[in-house]
């Protein structure tokens, strides 16, 4: 049976990982069966832990990226990290969960979003971090809008990349309202970036910003779903 690591992006401060990590247990609970890693922590790293695990006899992990789509952190770093160990141990195996943003529980999740927004009316606009390295995170991004039902025209964006927001907004028209679905795990230092990208080229009375994920128990359907068919 496969050990699942649940792997947040995390902080070097680790407090903070302490924080997340009290949150991820009380919207896993009451199941608790699970390992957590975070990708910039040095005591508790995707390799420390995993390898640690390890040398207490697991050969087969089941990683389970907080990610929601496939940038550095998903496509280099995990692999990375588990290929390392996996020269240590004779017989180990692995399988990296796709991430978090292209399952189909955030397309309902975005939906609800926009339902829950004030405006009965306007723009979608679904937010990303986007990076320009690594181009399946866009489509990802636009795979997941163009899932949407919303009866709204909808578009992604992103921070970094090809859908950042100064190319994309140009195509649009900016006299009306939008809301806004920011995609991270929290609101917080990345939504706040999102806002300042989006102030450059709309007005904020235009704007109508929804809550990030916050830990939505849409988190643990999809981090369940990926520990038992995965």
Do not use: C
């Amino acid at each position: 049976m496969a050990h699942d690591v649940i792997v947040m992006h995390g902080s070097k401060r680790e407090a903070r990982n302490a924080a997340l990590e009290e949150r991820l247990d009380a919207l896993m609970a009451p199941h608790g069966q699970y390992s957590v890693a975070f990708i910039e922590s040095e005591e508790r790293s995707v390799y420390t832990v995993v390898d640690g695990l390890a040398e207490e006899g697991a050969r087969n992990f089941n990683i389970i990226p907080v990610l929601f789509f496939s940038a550095s952190h998903y496509s280099r770093d995990i692999p990375e990290a588990l290929r390392n160990i996996e020269e240590k141990y004779e017989g180990m195996r692995w399988t990296v969960a796709p991430p978090m943003g292209t399952h189909p529980q955030m397309v309902r999740f975005v939906e609800r979003r926009v339902a829950e927004a004030p405006l009965g009316s306007g723009t979608v606009i679904v937010m990303a971090h986007g990076n320009a390295d690594h181009p399946e995170a866009d489509d990802e991004l636009a795979r997941l809008v163009s899932q949407l039902d919303v009866r709204l025209p909808a578009y992604p964006a992103a921070l970094y990349g090809a859908l950042a927001v100064d190319g994309l907004l140009e195509q649009l028209d900016r006299s009306g309202d939008f809301i806004i679905v920011p995609i991270a795990l929290e609101d917080g230092f990345l939504t706040g970036r999102m806002k300042e990208a989006l102030l450059e080229v709309l007005p904020e009375s235009a704007m109508t910003f929804t809550p990030s994920v916050n830990f939505d128990p849409v988190l643990k359907e999809i981090i369940m779903d990926h520990m038992e068919n995965h």
